[in-house]
């Protein structure tokens, strides 16, 4: 692709982005835009938070998979709403396929909306979903200079979680080396050190998403 075909690419995804944002500071809705690697466990991250949170705020998600509804189902099972997008084989989710996701949702009311989107650390991150904050996410599975090869990422996101911290003892990950190259590309980076498995760090989590939310429904009834 010729680089101005993919700038007026973006420059258009910009756009749905924009009326997107627009929608979502409206209603209050605070979104969450999940970008991580197959299996690091964004899927389960949205588990744990419905069945936790599910008591406590209005949230819905919007599963992007290049194929399949299994994501949505399982957080189904979990209690939780979610719209599967099918994105064909293509590598991310743009605002458009979000705008169309939406016509599936009831907005009403909704206090959070997650968006996980298709598993890949590179275009995912160029392509606008009218988010509020992006979540880098990674498990201790992976390497730990993740934040070195895709800075971009790391660069955007408001919060790194890193995943399968119950794994540290038989992986040679360092949370240290990973957060120490991370805040050097972002000094406003929150990191967040979670087990989903044994539920561990993931009070932080919750409360990182409480100050998301309390943040945009502020924001919301003052435009009101
Ligand atoms: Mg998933
Ligand atoms: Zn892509």
């Not at 994501?71 to 991310?92: E, K, L």
């Not at 038989?170 to 957060?179: I, K, P, T």
């Amino acid at each position: 692709m010729e680089k101005p075909v993919v700038r007026s690419l973006l420059e258009a995804n910009d756009a749905g982005a924009a009326e997107l944002r627009a929608l979502f500071a409206e209603r209050g809705i605070a979104v969450l835009n999940f970008i991580g690697s197959p299996g690091a466990g964004k899927t389960a991250l949205l588990e744990k938070t419905f069945r936790d949170l599910g008591g406590e705020f209005s949230m819905a998600v919007i599963e992007g998979d290049p194929q399949t509804d299994n994501d949505a189902r399982r957080i189904a099972a979990a209690g939780g709403r979610a719209v599967q997008v099918n994105t064909g084989g293509g590598c991310h989710l743009d605002a458009a396929l979000v705008r169309r996701a939406l016509g599936g949702l009831d907005l009403k009311g909704l206090d959070l909306l997650f968006i996980e989107n298709v598993g890949n650390l590179v275009c995912p991150v160029e392509f606008d979903c009218g988010e509020d904050c992006k979540v880098a996410l990674l498990s201790v599975t992976e390497g730990d200079d993740k934040p070195e090869k895709y800075p971009l990422l790391f660069n955007l996101a408001s919060v790194m979680v890193l995943n399968k911290i119950d794994l540290l003892p038989h992986v040679d990950f360092s949370l240290e080396r990973a957060e120490r190259f991370a805040r050097r590309l972002n000094g406003e980076l929150a990191v967040l050190p979670l087990s989903c498995r044994n539920g561990e760090g993931l009070d932080g989590w919750y409360d990182f998403l409480r100050r998301v939310r309390a943040k945009k429904a502020e924001r919301a009834a003052v435009g009101r």
